[in-house]
């Protein structure tokens, strides 16, 4: 299946310009990425780190080790330019279809995190089914603004880009994140093991969320609000 070819559109909501990614403000989200507390259930170690060291998933000593790696790399603004500029050639490019990725920026024209709605690696096959991410920079989280940015960000892609089916997951330990996936309708299906690790060394679970328009259109404030 092939996907609606439909540019990146900026979008107006109460709060918040949510708009297509440029260059000048990916330094900025570099420096919130960094930050642990919003990298921690973000950005999951890479495989590539596991493979290249040789050290496994399942091993908590492993788990750590790949982790530092991993940060070290991420720490490194000098390293991970070339991998943003990737990210905005990408987006701009013939392809930008199957890459949906938006800056969040306030009214102010400060800009706060990122919104994606990415291909879904266990379904390559169907870009209709996509996954999402989304941070928020810890000064303006818990005030609604990643559930806002989610919503609109997901009537366009159920209604434009008209995709099937959202297949995502995120850490137990995380409840402003699953928080946002039953605030957007979405089921929760099951429970997985992640490469995520709590202070007590303990490899953490994440809940399995799945969405479609349909569940998203009956989302519990939307009945409440007559959206
Ligand atoms: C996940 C994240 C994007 C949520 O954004 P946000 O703007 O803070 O979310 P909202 O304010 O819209 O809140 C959504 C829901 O989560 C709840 N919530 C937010 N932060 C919470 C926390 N730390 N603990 C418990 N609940 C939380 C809110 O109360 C709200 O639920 P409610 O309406 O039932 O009260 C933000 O916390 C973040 O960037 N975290 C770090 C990156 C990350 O983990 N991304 C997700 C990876 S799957």
């Known amino acids: 299946m092939i996907l609606k070819n439909i540019s990146i559109k900026n979008f107006e909501t109460e709060k918040l310009l949510i708009k297509k990614p440029t260059m000048d403000e990916q330094f900025t989200l570099w420096d919130i990425l960094r930050d642990e507390n ?8 890479p495989d590539r780190i596991f493979i290249k060291n040789g050290l496994n998933k399942d091993n908590i000593v492993d788990l750590k080790q790949a982790r530092r790696i991993f940060m070290e790399q991420l ?27 938006w800056s969040i ?42 559930t806002e940015a989610a919503i609109e960000v ?25 928080r ?13 093991q992640s490469t995520y690790f709590d202070d007590d060394d303990n490899i953490l679970m994440c809940y399995c969320y799945s969405g479609n328009k349909e569940n998203f259109l009956n989302r519990p404030s939307s009945k409440s609000k007559g959206l």
């Open 154 to 178: 997901l009537k366009f892609m159920f209604d434009e880009v008209e995709i099937e089916q959202i297949i995502t997951s995120a850490a137990i330990d995380n409840p402003g994140s699953w």
């Open 180 to 192: 946002i996936m039953e605030k957007l309708g979405f089921e929760r299906t099951g429970e997985k």
């Open 38 to 45: 919003v990298n921690r259930f973000y950005f999951p170690t």
């Open 75 to 101: 720490n490194d603004w000098e390293r991970q330019k070339p991998f943003y500029e990737k990210k905005i050639d990408s987006i701009n490019s013939e392809d930008n279809s199957q890459k949906f990725t």
């Open 105 to 146: 920026f306030l009214k102010s024209g400060e800009v706060i995190g990122q919104i994606t709605v990415q291909p879904n690696d266990e379904y390559a096959e169907n870009p209709a089914i996509r996954d999402i991410g989304w941070f928020i920079s810890p000064k303006y989280q818990g005030q609604g603004l990643g």
